[in-house]
């Protein structure tokens, strides 16, 4: 099998659990978080800065880089990590997230989905098969099963046939994916509805993926409602498998993740919050155009001892940022990817300790959050 | 005296000399070119960067941080080197191009210049007292008088009055400048009039000044004039000090001008075309963007050994600068400078073996310049 979760220790408080994930390119360290490369780089950064901040994984979007620069030409220049100088595990997402965001542009079949490009209007089609040949070309340790991320609000109707639609796909994805050294994620569907996500989680089990991920949440809807989900859909997943939660990033919601027994999570958030001037820090977030810092001679956070945080003051940040100089959202990035990576290092220590549940509060508390 | 430049060996067959510039943050190399950071930063660029490319110093200019961030808060901040976290030599400009610049937004007297913020609107005075009083306050190693860039073209009557204004005006920066460890340039102007250049190199050079700088070139004037200019106006300077030849930085000029007795170069050239997506190469200048690089997996430069080129495929760069990902102009603009300041090795290492005239034909011929 081309990746294998080693458990280590399982909380006996929470369902969190401390493994570590073995692929063709090393081994994670879990619960892990993904910085996300979309376009074959994570945005502002080098390979040597991610490893730098302690990334052991990426995500990259098979929808733009079919796009562009198309996924032939990565495989010909060796496969995506040769192509981005990045050595490391990188999972492929299945393109389904981004061509059914495409509203009026795109219509849907059993067989995939028709849609026009955002570059240059040219119509094109990606179903379960050509999503996979397109992962297989670039080469990603985990490739994901085509699905449709059902939107939320979605009526019962919707939800449902849109689910069994997924996992039909998933059978085809699962059939075409023909290469040793990758593994593909069936995505469990099923929108709000407990019923549809237990089938969903059932019918996807029956199908022995190496791996799992939970769908369709963070989304749109209130926090507790996918909260509510993890907590009937997990169990259901096959223990001894990796369990990644799609798109969510945020630090509360990374902890609640980690306490339902997830173990991969991936989200645009940190880099995208940082572009714009935004900060996590472990007092909260904090926006660096404020007028506030512009004499502030300390670090973004005290606390951080990120390339940032040990060589520049807020005042220069800002600065930076405001003159909309390219450093600026390096130095955000950089502070923000490590942030989240840190806070998943101390998640791994607190479930080593088992003191998951008292590392939530003291966190939710120091960051501002009503726990 | 707080900058001193020591000639290591004189060309016989050539003005070019190698030299060492002591300045209070260091020694520079001489011949060398200047990289621009503008507004505090070297865009794109860290200074860990910088330095691992072989940058010795930097130019910063003063208009920019007079009106953001403000010169009193980089002195709160403990002054420019530490405040953009570079510890090695800072050149500031006296901010006299940009003022000059704005047109109609700014009204000249012999006091100094009234303008208008290009940022805000607002009106603000800048004099030679002010631009001095601005770079104390920067605290850069060396700074530069405050002068008028004369136009090209201009009529001789304008040309004579504006240098003898700059006289004045290198007169009442001298005065004005009490900073012990930062050094003041005086800048040759008088247009493209022999009889002005050599007035004004005159002129300046009885005021002592611990180093000179050419100015009012590559403004527009075709070279073999700039080149006539420098004929005639680098040998009234003082031998033993320190000549910078300002604005100039395409690698045809930065070896014109060390034959001509030039010492150090700025331009922000290299990193403007790099943000462009245009690299200069051995063999001369490469538009990355164009439609033959999309499949060409060798380097930018297969004589380079820049990060960029160690570990990055031209389809890769191509890809990027396409795509607007913001480590496409972080890699040209590292081969960019490293191209440069390794021309500048090259060229010293010339100069200590005097086969300067030998290196400029072998130059021209790859790079595809009439020698």
Same sequence: chains 1, 2.
Wanted: net charge negative; glycine share 8%; with cysteine.
């Amino acid at each position: 099998m081309a990746v294998m979760l080693e458990i280590i220790k399982e909380s006996k408080r929470t369902k969190a659990r401390l493994g570590r994930l073995h692929t063709p390119h090393g081994t994670v360290d879990t619960p892990a978080f993904m910085p996300v490369g979309t376009q074959a780089t994570v945005k502002a950064m080098t390979p040597e800065e991610l490893k730098e901040i302690g990334a052991q994984i990426i995500l990259s979007n098979t929808y733009h880089l079919f796009l562009r620069p198309g996924h032939e030409l990565v495989a010909e220049a060796g496969g995506l990590h040769k192509f981005m100088h990045w050595d490391r595990p990188i999972l492929t997402d299945s393109g389904g997230f981004q061509v059914f965001s495409l509203g009026d542009l795109r219509k849907i079949t059993e067989e995939g989905v028709q849609f026009r490009s955002h570059l240059d209007g040219s119509s094109l089609f990606l179903g379960p098969e050509q999503a996979m040949e397109i992962q297989m070309a670039l080469g990603s340790d985990i490739a994901m099963a085509f699905d449709e991320c059902t939107p939320y609000p979605s009526s019962y109707e919707y939800a449902k046939s849109s689910m069994e639609r997924t996992t039909r796909w998933a059978e085809r994805c699962l059939k075409s994916q023909t290469r040793q050294d990758q593994a593909v994620f069936g995505i469990v569907q099923g929108g709000m509805y407990r019923d549809l996500r237990e089938q969903s989680a059932r019918d996807l089990s029956s199908l022995n993926f190496p791996g799992y991920a939970v769908g369709g949440l963070s989304v749109g809807e209130p926090k507790h409602m996918m909260y509510e989900v993890l907590d009937y859909t997990v169990p259901l997943l096959p223990a001894g498998k990796p369990r990644y939660l799609m798109g969510v990033g945020s630090p509360d919601c990374l902890i609640e993740g980690v306490m339902r027994g997830i173990d991969m999570f991936d989200c645009v958030l940190p880099t995208r919050i940082a572009r714009n001037g935004t900060v996590m820090t472990s007092r909260g977030k904090l926006v660096i155009r404020n007028a506030e810092h512009a004499r502030d001679m300390g670090p973004l956070d005290p606390q951080c001892d990120c390339y940032a945080c040990r060589n520049y003051s807020r005042a220069y940040i800002r600065h930076l940022v405001k003159a909309d100089e390219i450093l600026g959202l390096r130095l955000t990035t950089i502070h923000n990817l490590y942030f989240l990576l840190q806070l998943m290092a101390e998640i791994r220590t607190a479930i080593e300790q088992d003191s998951l549940p008292e590392f939530r509060q003291e966190f939710f508390a120091r960051y501002g959050y009503e726990p």
